[in-house]
């Protein structure tokens, strides 16, 4: 047998209010509470719905979803640090290493400009801070529409924008001190806005595939009880 909509519906409800919201685990739970609660429905057509959930979770163990989220999110944890190695791998020594080089010529050319004007050291950490936030913000665009969509957060997205936020602030501090309090030759000030520059494209590049990769993975499942 297959369940009505109302059905996942008060499924989903049910994972819902226990707290686990979002989207990973609410649709790898309803997926296997879906699977049992059919399963139990076609041994006992008689039995009452809700008895049947309640039968489902309890299959879960004393802890629930929890033991469930825990498992789900180090698989997501996972997949992400594969993607991360193999992209990485890509751009710095397989077929996009050309995409890489495109981008340290690009940064070395936009720095010689730069360079040559009148910056204020105020004005060169603005404008670090400038790209660093772009960066950020760039693999964020592609999420919006799903995000709307599924009307949830998710893990791995939150997870991944977090890390960036992290190394890419680390990258503007260091930079920042550099400028402010180092006396450098033009060519240290050159080599430093180009690896900046390189740096941040690769992160941004790197979480533009995990997040692809994570609403793949889970809109297979989502559009399955949609």
Known sequence: MSLTV???DQIKAFINKRGFNTIEVEMEALDHM???VEALLEEKPDMNFDLAITKAHA??????????EEAIFAGCKERSKKIRKAVLRDYLKGPKLLITL???SVAFLIQKFLLNLPWSEEAMVVFI???VLTMIILPSIY?????RKWGKRSFVISNTFAGTSGASLIIFYITRFVLEFGTLSPLLLQI???FVILKLSLIALINFAIIK????FTEEKYLKYA
Do not use: M
């Open 6 to 8: 109302n059905q996942i």
């Open 34 to 36: 879906a699977s049992k």
């Open 59 to 68: 299959d879960l163990g004393i802890f629930g979803f929890a033991t469930f």
């Open 102 to 104: 495109a981008i340290i």
């Open 129 to 131: 801070f400038s790209v």
């Open 143 to 147: 999420f919006i529409k799903t995000k």
């Open 192 to 194: 430093i806005f180009t």
């Open 213 to 216: 990769e994570a609403i793949a």
